[in-house]
């Protein structure tokens, strides 16, 4: 699980997992100033250790929320915790797709340098732009970072989606969106299984 910004989450998820004889990963989502550049980082824990040092950042980052963690400062606290480069608005993201290689070598060589172990977080879902991640994918291969499948979830169930949907709706006092009633399928924040992610995600990637 990676919450965004803090850890609220943890307590029910670690004690879900843990019920079900699974073990929980813990990460949280926060944003990093690298080169006076403000772009989000996902951060997961390895070891009990990694763990202290996560709820550590995550203090530095709720105290600097407004400006973000510089990445000197974050990397103070890098132990035993995993890198996950959002193919989605990671700086790397960024500066790829603006043509600024230089720019993308050389965060990713800090990346790797501050991190032990970090990866490409790969978001696919109905009308992605397959041009951009295939050429964010290729660079990835080629700079060996490895790629894994993400999903980005704040539902259960696509059934949810349609029930916030109405909520935002009557909220705002505006008609719900048809297009949406009609295609919950097409809101990809909701917990998906297996089948889904075979839909989408080539099997080295899961």
């Known amino acids: 699980m990676i919450d965004k910004g803090n850890l609220f989450g943890a307590y029910n998820f670690v004690n879900k997992c843990l019920s079900n004889n699974l073990k929980p990963i813990l990460g949280v ?24 040092n996560l709820c550590k950042i995550v203090s530095i980052a709720n105290r ?15 132990q035993d915790i995993i890198c996950i480069l959002s193919s989605e608005d990671s700086l790397l993201a960024f500066y790829l797709e603006n043509n600024m290689i230089f720019e993308a ?3 990713l060589n800090d990346i790797k340098k501050t991190f ?12 992605h732009n397959k041009e951009r991640l295939n050429n964010l994918i290729a660079y ?6 490895i790629s894994i499948a993400m999903q980005y979830a704040t539902h259960k169930t696509s ?10 709706a009557i909220g705002k006092n505006i008609k719900a969106n048809k297009d949406f009633l009609s295609n919950p399928s097409i809101v990809e924040a909701y917990l998906k299984n297996n089948s889904d992610l075979n839909v989408y995600y080539e099997k080295e990637e899961i």
């Open 159 to 168: 059934k949810d989606t349609i029930i916030i949907n109405l909520l935002d």
């Open 105 to 107: 070598n050389e965060f």
């Open 116 to 127: 032990k172990d970090s990866f490409l977080g790969v978001y696919r879902y109905q009308g």
């Open 64 to 78: 600097f929320k407004s400006e973000g963690v510089d990445f000197k400062l974050l990397s103070l606290y890098a």
């Open 29 to 52: 989502e926060i944003n990093v100033i690298y080169k006076d550049l403000n772009y989000p980082i996902n951060l997961l824990v390895k070891s009990d250790l990694g763990y202290k």
């Open 140 to 145: 990835a291969n080629n700079s060996k970072l």
